[in-house]
């Protein structure tokens, strides 16, 4: 079966940063837009960051304010996203998913755009 988990996720201070992984298996995602998403509890899920196959992006939400990076490494079918100068607002379980029909940033920020996710990875951020 499709796979993508996540890593990285823990407890860190305000200011501190998170390098949080995803890696798929069974299948290759050439192709694929992939994206972060996060959701806290009693939210919906929001939109983070997302990066194309081989050009475009990545794009980011606006509440991230040069804070976040994300990557992805074809080759190992993984990707990232590194987070500095986190605030407790960032507390959320952070999701990855991805998607071959994704064809604009409009389309890449919304959750319905993608097929596969992961089951994600808790990151809480509190003194």
């Known amino acids: 079966q499709v796979q993508l988990v996540e890593s990285g996720g823990g407890s860190v201070q305000p200011g501190g940063s998170l390098r949080l992984s995803c890696k798929a298996s069974?299948?290759?995602?050439?192709?694929?837009?992939m994206a972060w998403f996060r959701q806290a509890p009693g939210k919906e899920r929001e939109f983070v960051a997302a990066?194309?196959?081989?050009?475009?992006?990545?794009y980011y939400a606006d509440f991230i304010a040069g804070r976040f990076t994300m990557s992805r490494d074809n080759g190992k079918n993984t990707m990232s996203l590194q987070m500095n100068s986190l605030k407790p607002e960032d507390t959320a379980v952070y999701y990855c998913?991805?998607?071959?029909?994704?064809?604009?940033?409009?389309?890449?920020?919304?959750?319905?755009?993608?097929?596969?996710w992961g089951q994600g990875t808790q990151v809480t951020v509190s003194s």
């Open positions: 998913a991805a998607d071959r029909r994704v064809a604009t940033w409009a389309i890449a920020r919304m959750p319905g755009s993608y097929s596969y």
């Open positions: 069974g299948r290759t995602f050439s192709g694929y837009t």
């Open positions: 990066i194309g196959w081989s050009s475009g992006g990545p």
